[in-house]
C-alpha cells in the first residue's frame, strides 16, 4: 500500500512553462519534505513543511502543506533545463513508533 | 565539509551469495538510515542506527540487517541475493534521525544480482 501518492507520475514541458506537482495520502503526517533527485545521486532535500496550511518559496519553486496535513504540492514557475529530476516527497508518519515514507515520486523534463 | 560517501558504487552479484555495503556519514552526524530505491516500488525504508543501535525498521525480511560502529559509520548487509534485490542502495546521515531532521543522502550503491 502505498501512503504517498503522487501526480503526475512523468511530466515533459517546454522551457518557460509553469507546473504543479501533487502529493496526496489519506493519512496524516507531522511533517513532509520535498527532495529532488538527479541521475546518479542521492535524493536532495528542497525544503520541509511542518504547519497545516504552510506556503514557503524557495526562488521559483513554491511548495503548500495542505490544512489537514494530508496533501501537499509543489509549484513551479517558469521551468528551466535545470529543474529536471525526480521530485519526491515524503512524510513522517508518526503511529506509535514513526516511519518515514517516500511518495512514488515524479519524473520531470524539461526541454529547452 | 565532506558528504555521505558509500562504497562501493557499483556491485554485481549472483543469486544466493551474500552482499556488504558501506556507508560513512558526514562527520558529526550520529544517525544513518538505509533505503532502497527500485523503478517499482521507489524509496523504501530499510532501517535506522543511531549511536549503534537500530532505531527504526522498515518492513523488509530478515535477510536485510545492518550495524553501526563506534565512528558511526554503518554497514548494511544482504544476505542469500535474490533478482528482486537489484536495487539503488541510498544511505541518509543526520545529526539525530529522520524525525524532523534533515537528512543528507549518499549517491548511493547500485546493485545487480544475476
Known amino acids: 500500500t502505498q501512503l504517498l501518492e503522487q501526480s503526475p507520475q512523468f511530466l515533459s514541458i517546454q522551457e518557460g512553462e509553469n507546473l504543479t506537482v501533487y502529493c496526496n495520502s489519506s493519512?496524516?503526517?507531522?511533517?513532509l519534505q520535498w527532495y529532488r533527485q538527479e541521475p546518479g545521486e542521492g535524493p536532495v532535500l528542497l525544503v520541509t513543511v511542518v504547519t497545516g496550511g504552510e506556503v514557503k518559496k524557495l526562488k521559483r519553486l513554491t511548495f503548500q502543506f495542505g490544512d489537514a496535513r494530508k496533501d501537499s504540492s509543489l509549484h513551479i514557475t517558469a521551468a528551466q533545463p535545470g529543474d529536471t529530476g525526480l521530485y519526491l516527497c515524503?512524510?513522517?508518519?508518526?503511529?506509535?513508533?514513526?516511519?518515514?515514507?517516500f511518495g512514488t515520486g515524479t519524473r520531470l523534463k524539461v526541454l529547452a | 565539509k565532506a558528504g555521505v560517501t558509500q562504497t562501493p558504487r557499483y556491485l554485481i552479484k549472483t543469486r544466493g551469495q551474500q552482499v556488504t555495503l558501506s556507508c560513512s556519514p558526514i562527520s558529526g552526524h550520529r544517525s544513518v538510515s538505509w533505503y532502497q530505491q527500485t523503478p517499482g516500488q521507489g524509496l523504501q525504508f530499510l532501517f535506522e542506527y543511531f549511536s549503534e543501535t537500530q532505531r527504526n525498521k522498515g518492513n523488509f525480511p530478515g535477510r536485510f540487517s545492518g550495524r553501526q560502529f563506534s565512528n558511526s559509520r554503518s554497514e548494511m548487509n544482504v544476505s542469500t541475493l535474490e533478482l528482486g534485490d537489484s536495487a539503488l542502495y541510498l544511505c541518509?546521515?543526520?545529526?539525530?534521525?529522520?524525525?524532523?531532521?534533515?537528512?543528507?543522502f549518499g549517491p548511493g550503491t547500485r546493485l545487480t544480482v544475476l
Open positions: 541518509a546521515s543526520s545529526l539525530y534521525g529522520t524525525l524532523d531532521n534533515e537528512q543528507f
Open positions: 515524503a512524510g513522517v508518519l508518526k503511529t506509535g513508533t514513526y516511519k518515514y515514507i
Open positions: 493519512s496524516v503526517f507531522s511533517s
